[in-house]
Nanobody, 124 residues
Framework: QVQLIESGGGLVQPGGSLRLSCTID????????VGWFRQAANKEREFVGS????????YYADSVKGRFAVAKDTTANTVYLHMNSLRLEDTAVYYC?????????????????WGRGTQVTVAS
């Protein structure tokens, strides 16, 4: 059974940067497309960005486009979320999720493997 383990969250000031990691344990990363989602307090989980299983194309929510970047290292079996120019509204628990297909909408219900999440807090 595959496990996803997020790390790298923490407290950062507005305008700062963080890099989140999602390490896949149990199967090779090459078997999955991986997405990043976040959930702020009292809000629904929302799509942040993703990277395709084949080809490596990336997709982003409008709210993070130009500030966040998703990348993968198949040797390390890890997907990264590089977050720059962080804003107060980026505060949330960030989750990575995996699915075997590149096709489908960027909604949580299309992913069937999830990590436990890592907290990101942007505050001055």
């Amino acid at each position: 059974q595959v496990q996803l383990i997020e790390s790298g969250g923490g407290l950062v000031q507005p305008g700062g940067s963080l890099r989140l990691s999602c390490t896949i344990d149990g199967r090779a990363l090459s078997n999955y497309a991986v997405g990043w989602f976040r959930q702020a307090a009292n809000k629904e989980r929302e799509f942040v960005g993703s990277i395709r299983r084949f080809g490596g194309a990336t997709y982003y929510a409008d709210s993070v486009k130009g500030r966040f970047a998703v990348a993968k290292d198949t040797t390390a079996n890890t997907v990264y979320l590089h977050m720059n120019s962080l804003r107060l509204e980026d505060t949330a628990v960030y989750y990575c999720a995996a699915r075997s297909t590149d096709f489908g909408t960027h909604t949580p219900d299309t992913y069937n493997n999830w990590g436990r999440g890592t907290q990101v807090t942007v505050a001055s």
